[in-house]
């Protein structure tokens, strides 16, 4: 078995000097699985002197030359044969700048896994119940190839699915925000006795939420998934806090039930909150937190830029990756889960990196 | 957060909501009110004074800036330092003044109506009123820059702070409050803090005020925009894009290395981040791309040594995260052979194939594109069309003219030197347009029946305590840039005016030994763009003196006023007859003060011929003369000898000497004159001190109070008269500082008139009651006793005691040159008679010989009569008081 598969068999949050070795393992696998199958990525890392020889202690896995995101926007990466390309994910933005993912079936596989084995951890996944969805993006028969719609496939995946519902509409020209179709929906989940799952872009939700006089009563099977950020609105963003105090008591769902994720189309792997609102690193992924001017890597606790590491894609040369997202490690949570705990404190940047979140809330003010 | 706010000379701590607008603005119109009837002198005073203030190190709020300014807006102290010293620069004085000629034409337009000789009409540049500036946070001085535009336009200015620098604008306004001793100027200033979005109070605001500027971002510049009632005037300056091109023939004809200190200085100044920074540089390539890998590697060397000056800005994480994203896209490019990332510690270079357009995220970031076809320089500037601000070019000057044409055409706004992009040249304008003209209305009055300003400007209402502001400017401007006066006033303070009374006298010697060729003590900087101007000479030697050009327009300005209040106008052929020449001032100057009449204008000269005068005279029929005396006095004399008809000289314009009664009698009579009257009390180095009116007795002039401080004082002591007293007239010129005259002795003797002048105008007036010192002006020329005294040095059997007396003889002035002989001592009576000859003679034909100008002068018969007299011993009357001999005797004015 390769070490790639060994890792992503591995629970989410059992990090050590055993999981170290074996993503050390993994990415010096995937790394000449790059560096041999990109042209274009090893052409960058002679830029840099990295070869995959380099790659021999743990410590050498954060010198792997890490593409900053932008450079995904640019260009084209594949790693392979494009023919076995199963899925090209764009991320929705509107600078011109759009991201497009190569994944092939490897990788979404291993993705899958890792989005299960994550959310195992926390107790989110239950094929037995089926659960009635109401996502808060774009419809993925329209917007398939939108990253925002592969990862509420995703996550709708973590349970056996009832009905599921739409929030934006594609009306042959443009999306738009649907709310009172929003608001029937939950009427009708509310008249059925399964567990209620709300998957999206928070603004909305909070939007929908503040629009409708209805309270419901879902459940403490019942969860909400909030993921891609304010972005647009971010002076009107909801202290969290607050934000799952409210939709909690409008959905009637324990706040401690509204769960934030934290990702990057390019990267993959999602960090997703504990029971205590924190945001945790899995085994099959490395952070380090860098200095934007001298790109060296802080300790823990200080602010900086987000360089992300993992080894299982397959199609797609995102293995080191800098992003402009600005945050800091911790290295405990009271969770109690061995695992180092991330902190997003925002998107970084003049002219802001257009996260996926911007284009979906100009829907919102149209 | 406290919002903090300084409302018309008060300092507030409180949250400024829409409810506040209605009383805020109703104070900025009565503030504004008052304003309108500060003079611009005070104004510019007040604006000069703080920037004195600011300029000096010692200056506490200064101190407080460099403190203060790099924490809150993250600038190097040594930038912040560059920043105070830019605004000062744009606030002292000469800029404002400068830039408020270009603008608006002159002073004129907005301490009053301006009359346009072209347009037959007054124009009036007319504040706005109440004006909002809101400044943006990239360079901190700009609110204050925009604030003070809007004071000098008279308007009242509420400047709304920027988030990123609510310090400076109070730290300003306070400056203004402590040198503003009336309080007009700072009551008309409010800095406002409030946070951006409150729509209620920008909606409020934007309904009572007459204007908004608006600096910064573009969603800044919208959002003021929206919803602004019709009658509100928005000058939006936005976001701004400049470049830096480069032609190989321009590289190649410069010093690398200092072109690159030049781009490095634009790249580092404000961090690049004013509007007129540039972001990208443009290098034209004719072979492969050497010259682009020169420059860069130069470059890089160059933002090396620009750090060491100025340190760089401590940059937000935002800022750090926005160069590495350019870094970054730049690496990978090099990757791909597209690009080459050069770093420094400080900076970022990134050298480009691509001719996609860029935009640097700032901050030391550069991009450098090889060229090889023009339009790969213009295409993406066009496709920024409206956004495009400066182009720094380097090219040979014929090139200059077509590149700067493409890139006009391309949208760029303003074409100026490498290094000199972040600083502009006062009188350019921003944006495409002119700020000053944007903050007025201006207003009109079409075809007066008649003009009703003359001489208004020339002698206006009179106030102390402005004119000693203006001294102590003076003083301290001449004290600052003239070695002269640094020695001369050295410890000298200027807070009193008594002190003034106490400064040494400028005579004739100390210009002559100071100013060049002698010497260059008097001047104040380099002698360029100047006119040198003979100014007679003591001991034969001659004597300049120098005007700016600057200073001499403004002379002609006055001049032009000057002959306006005599009665030339517009319809009027003028024959200008000051002498030609050789350094000499007056034929020049009135051509350009004629000029401003729009009169027609002959430019004979005194020293032309005298029929060729005569033929010119009935070719064009001139209705008014301008010359010396001696020179109208005998044309008239031909006129009548040649019986010369249809000659009708309506107005007569005198200058240099005073024309008797007779003489104007003769004059009138001749030539048919019916106003004779003075073109102005002047001297080459003391410039246009007076002038006459039509009702103005005899030698009464009006002094020219905006441009001369007048004493009269006691030639003897030198101590300062009361009022009425006759004594020596001493000036000081109030506007000239190429060459500053401080307490100059004129030498002329003259009386300050009581009461006000039939005419209506204000201001003093002043009488001259002729000559007090040894030169003489007669017959058009200047004698000095020195040059007298040496040539009877040369004559046997004279004595050296002489007198110089000038009388009338008739129309024309009469010349007499006495001295004594031992000779005559014991010589017996009937002896006398030859032996008085023979030395009277001796002395004429010296006199004659070693003088030229007073050979052509009795040649010309411009004297009446000219004659020696040798006296026996004692002859020559003596004072009874001090047994001395006056050297020299006007007779002229008497009786």
Redesign the interface.
Same mark, same amino acid.
């Given at each position: 078995m390769k070490a790639v598969d060994a890792l992503i068999a591995a629970p989410a949050f059992a990090h050590g000097s055993a999981s170290d070795a074996l993503f050390l393992e993994a990415m010096r696998e995937n790394f000449r699985h790059h560096y041999e199958g990109c042209a274009?990525y090893a052409?960058?890392c002679? $830029?840099a002197g990295f070869a995959p020889q380099d790659v021999r202690a743990y410590g050498d896995v954060f010198r792997i030359p890490y593409?900053?995101v932008?450079?995904f926007k640019?260009?084209k990466f594949v790693t392979g044969d494009e023919s076995r390309v199963a899925l090209t994910l764009t991320s929705s933005g509107t600078a011109g700048e759009k991201s497009a993912i190569y994944l092939d079936r490897k990788s979404l596989a291993r993705i899958t896994k890792i989005v299960h084995h994550i959310y195992g951890a926390f107790g989110m996944t239950d094929r037995a119940a089926r659960t009635n969805y109401l996502c808060f993006t774009y419809d993925p028969r329209v917007a398939k190839d939108l990253g925002t719609a592969f990862s509420d496939k995703l996550l709708t995946g973590l349970t056996a699915v009832g009905k599921v519902h739409y929030a934006i509409r594609w009306d042959g020209s443009d999306f738009s925000l649907d709310r009172p179709s929003c608001w029937k929906a939950l009427d009708r989940y509310a008249r059925e006795d399964r567990p209620v799952r709300v998957v999206g872009f928070p603004a909305f939700i909070w939007e929908v939420m503040r629009e409708n006089r209805r309270r419901y009563d879902f459940g403490p099977n019942s969860y909400v998934i909030t993921g891609g950020g304010w972005k647009g609105l971010a002076d009107r963003e909801i202290p969290k806090p607050e934000f799952r105090r409210r939709v909690g008591e409008w959905l009637g769902i324990p706040p401690s039930n509204v769960r934030d994720l934290y990702g990057m189309v390019e990267h993959g792997v999602p960090y997703c909150e504990c029971e205590h609102g924190e945001m945790h690193v899995p085994v099959y992924s490395r952070v380090a937190v860098r200095?934007?001017?001298t $790109?060296q890597i802080l300790p823990d606790g200080e @602010?900086?830029?987000f360089h992300f590491l993992t080894p299982y894609l397959n199609s797609f040369p995102a293995i080191s990756l $800098?992003t402009?997202d &600005?945050g800091r490690l911790h290295a405990s949570c009271p969770c109690g889960r061995n695992a180092p705990r991330l902190e997003l404190l925002g998107r970084?940047? &003049? @002219?802001k990196?257009k996260g996926c979140a911007i284009a979906a809330l100009e829907v919102l003010s149209s | 957060m406290t919002h903090d706010h300084y409302l018309f000379g008060r300092f507030e701590s409180r949250d400024l909501t829409a409810a506040d607008v209605p009383a805020l603005v109703a104070e900025a119109r009565a503030a504004q009110a008052a304003l309108e009837r500060v003079p611009l002198t005070t104004l510019l005073n007040v604006l000069d004074a703080a920037a004195a203030r600011w300029r000096d190190p010692a200056y506490a709020g200064r101190r407080l800036a460099l403190q203060h300014m790099p924490e809150v807006v993250g600038f190097s102290k040594a930038m912040v330092e560059e920043a105070l010293d830019a605004l000062c620069g744009v606030m002292q004085r000469a800029s404002l003044e400068k830039q408020i000629r270009l603008e608006l034409g002159g002073r004129q337009a907005l301490d009053g109506w301006r009359f346009v000789p072209a347009y037959q009409g007054y124009l009036r540049a007319q504040a706005l009123g109440v004006v909002l500036h809101v400044s943006a946070g990239n360079v901190f001085v700009s609110g204050a820059d925009s604030l003070l535009h809007g004071l000098i336009t008279r308007n009242a200015s509420l400047l709304k702070v920027s988030r990123a620098d609510p310090l400076f604008p109070l730290l300003f306004a306070r400056s203004l409050r402590e040198v503003d001793a009336d309080g007009a100027v700072a009551r008309a200033v409010a800095v406002l803090s409030f946070r951006g979005g409150d729509a209620g109070l920008e909606r409020a605001l934007k309904a009572a005020v007459d204007g908004i500027v608006v600096w910064g971002g573009e969603e800044a510049v919208r959002a003021w925009r929206a919803d602004l009632p019709g009658h509100v005037r928005l000058l939006g300056y936005g976001p701004k894009y400049s470049v830096a091109v480069l032609t190989s023939q321009g590289l190649l004809s410069s010093a690398l290395s200092e072109v690159c200190a030049r781009v490095a200085r634009d790249v580092v100044l404000w961090e690049q981040r004013a509007c007129s920074s540039p972001q990208v540089v443009y290098v034209e390539e004719t072979d492969g791309d050497v010259l682009t890998d020169l420059f860069v590697d130069e470059l890089a060397r160059a933002l090396d040594i620009a750090a060491e000056a100025y340190p760089p800005a401590r940059l937000t994480l935002d800022e750090k995260i926005e160069i590495l994203r350019h870094r970054e896209l730049g690496r990978m490019a090099q990757a791909f052979g597209e690009a080459v990332v050069l770093t420094g510690r400080t900076w970022t270079v990134i050298r480009e194939r691509s001719t996609e357009f860029r935009f640097s995220p700032l901050n030391r970031t550069l991009y450098v594109k090889g060229f090889r076809r023009w339009d790969e320089v213009l295409e993406p500037l066009r496709s920024m069309r409206g956004y495009v601000q400066t182009a720094a070019v380097l090219a040979l000057p014929r090139e200059l003219r077509t590149m700067a044409t493409d890139l006009a055409r391309a949208g760029v706004d303003r074409i100026t030197e490498l290094g000199g992009m972040g600083t502009g040249t006062p009188g350019s304008p921003h944006d495409g347009s002119y700020q000053l003209q944007d903050l007025v209305r201006w207003v009109c009055i079409e075809s007066p029946r008649e003009r009703f300003d003359l001489g208004e400007h020339l002698a206006p209402a009179s106030e102390a305590s402005k004119k000693w502001a203006r001294l102590q400017d003076l003083l301290a401007y001449a004290r600052e840039h003239s070695p002269f006066y640094a020695e001369r006033l050295a410890g000298r303070s200027f807070e009193d005016y008594a002190e003034f009374e106490r400064l040494p006298f400028l005579d004739r010697t100390h210009i002559y030994h100071n100013t060049p060729p002698q010497g260059e003590g008097l001047l104040t900087g380099p002698l360029e763009k100047a006119y040198v101007f003979a100014s007679g000479g003591s001991t034969g030697e001659p004597k300049f003196s120098f005007y700016s050009y600057e200073e001499f327009s403004e002379v002609t300005r006055l001049l032009g006023e000057i002959y306006q209040v005599a009665g030339v106008t517009a319809r009027d052929v003028v024959g200008n007859l000051f002498m030609a020449g050789n350094l000499w001032t007056s034929f020049i100057v009135a051509n350009e003060a004629l000029e401003q009449i729009g009169c027609v204008t002959l430019p004979i000269a005194g020293n032309a011929d005298i029929d060729l005068v005569l033929r010119y005279m009935k070719l064009f029929k001139p209705t008014v003369l301008l010359g010396l005396p001696s020179m109208l006095i005998q044309l008239a004399e031909f006129v009548k000898a040649r019986n010369v008809k249809d000659v009708h000289i309506r107005t007569m314009l005198y200058g240099g000497e005073h024309v008797g009664p007779e003489a104007q009698e003769f004059l009138r009579d001749a030539l048919g004159c019916e106003t004779i009257i003075s073109a102005g009390y002047a001297s080459v180095d003391a410039g246009p001190v007076g002038f006459q009116c039509p009702q103005s007795p005899r030698t009464v002039h009006h002094l020219l109070y905006e441009y001369q401080f007048l004493e009269i004082v006691d030639p003897e002591s030198g101590k300062v008269l009361p009022r009425g007293s006759a004594g020596e007239i001493v000036v000081t010129n109030l506007n000239r500082r190429l060459m500053p005259i401080i307490r100059y002795r004129t030498g002329d003797l003259g009386r300050r008139v009581e009461g006000t002048c039939p005419c209506g105008r204000g201001g003093p007036s002043f009488e001259l009651l002729g000559r007090c010192d040894d030169v003489l002006r007669v017959g058009a020329m200047s004698i000095y006793p020195e040059e007298i005294e040496s040539v009877l040095a040369t004559v046997e059997g004279v004595s050296r005691l002489f007198q110089v007396v000038a009388e009338r003889a008739g129309a024309k002035d009469r010349l007499i040159i006495r001295t004594e002989s031992p000779l005559l001592a014991d010589v017996q009576r009937i002896a006398k008679p030859p032996i008085e000859e023979a030395l009277a003679k001796r002395v004429e034909d010296a006199l004659l010989e070693r003088n030229s100008e007073l050979a052509l002068v009795v040649r010309e018969g411009w004297l009446g009569d000219f004659r020696v007299e040798v006296l026996p011993p004692g002859g020559i009357p003596r004072i009874r008081r001090t047994g001395k001999i006056r050297k020299v005797l006007d007779l002229r004015m008497e009786g």
């Open positions: 274009d052409r960058w002679g $830029l593409v900053y932008a450079n640019r260009r200095d934007p001017g $790109l @602010t900086g830029i $800098l402009s &600005v970084g940047g &003049v @002219t990196h | -």
